[in-house]
């Protein structure tokens, strides 16, 4: 697979010097590693189309929209450089997760990201075209964008037009690409909600594993235990409460994970930090049921035992671990050599990652609502493809009726909305060179001539202003990548 990967991207650049050779007279130039082709076809197209009544109307609109998005995503990346101060480095996203390229970006998969970031490119580029030619400013070109395969659209605006004509005008123009990706990124969210998210019912009652633990495979389904059916998340956790922790149940599975397992009831430990005082003596899968003669059979259990703990106290730990019974004592270490975290000098740390049934088990209608943008909060379905959920796993899309072609197209319009939604939130930043940038330049233009009175004056604290707010912006960006690891540094 690398060797395919290593010779496309050889031809690619071989093909990016014959177009900077020779492309030129075909419209071809290279741009790094982007080829652009420009042509005039296509603007009696955009000139057509922005002959048509509501331009205005829907231009001032964007300025509102695009004004609203703006504050909201400014607010949103202050919020997450103060939050970059208290994460581990661990935590902290990765520079590849600050770019919305398929194939770089891990968390955007390759087909349906390079269909939706095309859409939202051309959306973006020809929404500024149709404003800029309902405004009598002329459109110098239009074209493609390579990178191996279309990326998208541009149109290409005469600058020195552009920048002649009133703010009001430049505004629409500027505001008119942001506004058309959020607003088909709210007619995605509409159909998703009620056209397709009724649609996913699941196949029978009971609660999916949503980790794996217990020796249960994750996303299983179990929809009986100790030969009762189980048809709720509240039944099962009412029957796991009559339990004693080091007690055994049986659990079955529904589909094709059916089967029986036989359970410990305690806590599963999923995984055991390196040099922490449990690694080497407790092993990852095994069931811990009983700490210092207290039962443990669920995390609340475990972080109330462990807060009453000191560094330096010594523990005995009661686990089941491949059909045998254990104890170790272990000493505990001081909490803040591992995690960093204000407040945590001083107190015991074992070093394990552990959950009881009752943490990892949702109900098997969870996913009908998390699927559906209209049931639960925006910014966790924001958020699927960071948990691994868009597109969903196959072992999920069979909990639930739905065809294989229904998800298909679900998961292309949720990358539609996903995307669109991106580029217009991100465009919409006051950070010149993005069209919210030079949206807020122009504001701030009309403000400070106000003020001063003086064009030559209002122009020139108007660029500083929007300069240094620019570069804060990308600070900022820049920042809740780096902070955690450079707070990490400075603590060593």
Known sequence: MIEIVIALFAAWAILLYIAKKWGAKYGFEPSGPLLMWKTEKGRKLIDRISRRRGWKA?????IVICAVAM???????????????????QNAPSPRLMLGIPGINPIIPIGYGIIALAIAI??????HGILARFEKIKVKTLGLIFLIVPLGAFVEPDEEHLNKVKRAKRARVFAAGPTSNIVLAILCIIILSFVFSPLITPRTDGVVVAQDAFGIPRWSVIDGMDNVDIHSLKEMKEMLAKIDAGKFYNVTLFGNNSKNYMI????????VIDNSPAHGEIEKGCIIYKIDNEYVANTTKFLDIMDSK?????IEISYYYNNSFFNKNITLSDRYQFTREAGSKGKGFLGIEAYGMEDVI???SF?????????GRFLPYLALPFMGLSPPPQEIMDIYTPSPLFWSIYNLIYWIFWLNFAVGTFNALPAIPLDGGYLFRDGVDYIFSLIFRDKKKSEKFSSLTATTISLIIFLSVFAIILVPRL???ISF
């Open 487 to 489: 707070r990490e540094l």
């Open 71 to 89: 504050i909201l995503t400014t607010f949103l990346i202050i919020l997450n450089v103060i939050i970059s101060f208290q994460i581990s480095p």
């Open 367 to 375: 996913f009908s609502n998390i699927y559906n943008p209209l049931k």
């Open 122 to 127: 051309v959306i973006h580029e020809f929404s």
């Open 362 to 364: 949702i109900d098997a």
């Open 58 to 62: 829907y231009g001032n609109l964007s």
């Open 264 to 271: 410990m009831n305690g806590l599963y430990v999923a995984n």
């Open 310 to 314: 000191k560094a330096g106290d010594k």
